[in-house]
């Protein structure tokens, strides 16, 4: 990973992000075909987009709709609906956390509103709750901050149905990697995947050339999916070019993936985490939707592959001290 940002305004569009159908990824014949076209965009820029995947598209423009009546309302009715006291996962309604911060960069351009959610909700009964350490029991299990916004709980089919589709892409790359098919099946049990609903509102003004919305940052766990709305925003930078960053492509409806920190630990540094940020948009309201793949936070994290000789940074990784440390980063001093 590169220890240096480009200029904001060097921006460069070159087929650097692929697209990449998952039609027939089924057919063993066609199946090592595919994981491997995914394997080599995580090797080369660490994002890549999917089509012919299996999450509705209904799914995401059901909730969109609902996410953005809720943004849409005044901070004070929001705020009701921001985290609670314990909650270390920061779950509902906070306002300019700082994404950057968690990666050690300093930079004030972080304008998001964001509503988070996770499946460690003792109404949901999603997760084995009754075998975590006091500690992270106290950090974890809370619920999820629904506000009452008409269909907003429309949220829970396009979560499962994007941690679906997550487990079936790390599945691809387990055979791309020459792991066992079902490798990150073990390892995410009990995920503590996170949705985050992003809003970016309305410029007032024309930005700056060299603003974003979400400033620039690697994502800790080990995969993010989102599906694209058709609105452009999201770059990442060119690590072959580091002087540049690269718009991901406009795809309605396909879902945009990038790996996590831990899964370049996972894959012995062979897949990549890239810097990405959000571009602010100029004069229209924004909402995306990404969900994060974290293993479960009794897990420990270390290289299934074989990392570089000599180099460092490949020691095992305690999943619940690493997302709690980069969490409490990233919000401190947020909103609410």
Not at 52 to 68: G, I, K, Q
Not at 78 to 106: N, S
Not at 259 to 271: F, H, I, K, P
Request: hydrophobic letters at 40%; one cysteine or more; a negative charge.
């Amino acid at each position: 990973m590169t220890s240096a940002l480009p200029a904001s305004d060097a921006v460069d569009e070159h087929g650097y992000v692929p697209v990449i159908s998952l039609a027939g990824a089924h057919d063993p014949q066609r199946r090592e075909k595919v994981a491997r076209y995914l394997g080599d965009a995580l090797r080369r820029s660490g994002f890549y987009i999917v089509v012919d995947h299996d999450v509705p598209r209904y799914l995401f423009d059901r909730f969109y709709a609902t996410a953005l009546a809720f943004f849409r309302q005044p901070a004070a009715v929001k705020a009701a609906y921001g985290p609670v006291p314990g909650d270390l996962t920061r779950r509902g309604w906070t306002t300019r956390f700082r994404a950057a911060a968690g990666i050690g960069l300093e930079t004030d351009e972080d304008a998001a509103e964001a509503w988070t959610m996770n499946p460690y909700d003792p109404t949901l009964g999603w997760r084995n709750l009754v075998d975590l350490q006091p500690g992270v029991r106290a950090g974890i299990v809370h619920p999820n901050r629904f506000p009452p916004t008409p269909g907003f709980r429309a949220v829970l089919p396009y979560f499962l149905a994007m941690e679906s589709q997550i487990l079936t892409l790390l599945a691809l790359h387990a055979t791309d990697l020459g792991l066992p098919i079902d490798y990150f099946a073990r390892l995410c049990d009990q995920p503590l995947t996170n949705l985050a609903a992003n809003y970016y509102p309305r410029q007032h003004q024309a930005p700056a050339d060299d603003s974003s919305c979400l400033g620039p940052h690697t994502d800790l766990g080990i995969m993010t999916a989102l599906m694209h709305s058709g609105q452009r925003g999201l770059q990442v930078i060119d690590q072959d070019h580091p002087d540049r960053w690269v718009p991901v492509p406009n795809v309605p409806g396909g879902i945009v993936v990038n790996a996590g920190d831990e899964l370049v630990l996972v894959s012995g540094g062979r897949y990549r985490s890239a810097y990405h940020r959000v571009v602010c948009p100029d004069n229209e309201e924004r909402v995306s939707v990404p969900v994060f793949m974290q293993p479960g936070p009794d897990r420990v994290i270390t290289p299934a592959c074989p990392p570089p000789l000599g180099e460092s940074g490949y020691e095992p990784l305690d999943s619940w001290e690493f997302f709690t440390r980069r969490m409490g980063i990233m919000y401190e001093g947020a909103g609410h």
